[in-house]
């Protein structure tokens, strides 16, 4: 019997999980496209007046340099997420908001950004050894790190956050095994391939995050969702959830986006056919 170098079978390990996981996530999504919403109506609040006085960063840089991002939650999680700001604070943490609501317009963009589309399908050829994958494995792979449905998109209902966090004496980003947003066997928040200190990190953030009502999307080490069907989901509670997708501007009534609508695929299949050639023309090949 051949028995594989170390590298080899860690490579071999490192690809099987992160196949497992995308497919998990996947079929997360698939699962929260039939979650149940109780649609609340509660209007939206803006995040940076609600967080003066406390110390926090926002991203600065637009959404596939296009969209500035738009620092609005539900009121009542503008509210919690004081409380965990002040509470990075006396941890010796400051928080970092990278992103907060999103429109379908700056959804759809997430999969148009060239730096998002390429670091997955470089990671999926990777998991094929080299191979191109077809535009339906892509689909399912851009699936389960970017919503490609408003419906399961929870940044769209006004109830999610992508958060970094920084060490408040050195301004140092604390280590989470990769910044956001990494695109890897390290990004699903379980990950065996990280450290113990990154661990540490990603449990003990999670732990003040669910103190406040916050709860850890198991794929991305960064998302964090509450009231929404992400949260009802994984807290187990039964309850449907009560934030669904709309579309929102300061100074507008909601516009709550339909069942159909919030199911449709933000891009056909026929998209993930041009992109992959997009980025072989990009690279020359």
């Not at 953030?205 to 009231?227: C, R, T, V």
């Not at 997708?245 to 695929?265: K, N, Q, Y």
């Amino acid at each position: 019997m051949t028995t594989l170098p170390a590298a080899d079978v860690s490579t071999q390990a490192r690809r099987r999980y992160w196949t497992q996981q995308m497919e998990a996530a996947f079929a997360f999504m698939e699962t929260m496209s039939r979650y149940p919403i109780t649609e609340s109506g509660e209007p939206f609040a803006p995040l940076r007046e609600a967080l003066e006085g406390v110390e926090v960063r926002f991203s600065t840089s637009c959404i596939n340099g296009t969209f500035p991002r738009v620092y609005f939650l539900r009121r009542p999680l503008v509210e919690s997420l004081r409380g965990v700001a002040e509470a990075m604070n006396r941890r010796g943490w400051v928080l970092k908001i990278e992103d907060a609501y999103r429109s379908p317009a700056m959804q759809r963009a997430q999969s148009h950004n060239p730096l998002h589309f390429d670091a997955i399908l470089e990671k999926v050829r990777w998991e094929l050894g080299g191979a191109l994958p077809d535009a339906a494995l892509m689909m399912r792979r851009v699936s389960a790190m970017i919503a490609t449905r408003c419906r399961v998109g929870t940044h769209l209902s006004g109830s999610a956050i992508d958060l970094s966090v920084f060490d408040r004496a050195s301004g140092r980003e604390i280590d989470r095994g990769g910044s956001y947003i990494e695109f890897s066997e390290r990004t699903p928040m379980a990950s065996p391939f990280i450290t113990p200190e990154q661990r540490r990190n990603r449990d003990e953030i999670e732990a003040l995050m669910l103190e406040h009502g916050w709860y850890a999307y198991p794929y991305e080490f960064w998302h964090y969702s509450s009231g929404d069907c992400y949260a009802e989901s994984l807290a187990g509670s039964g309850r449907p959830a009560r934030f669904g997708p709309v579309r929102f501007e300061e100074g507008s009534p909601l516009a709550f986006i339909g069942e159909a609508e919030s199911l449709e695929w933000l891009e056909p299949v026929a998209f993930y056919e041009a992109q992959i050639e997009a980025v072989l023309a990009r690279a020359g090949r």
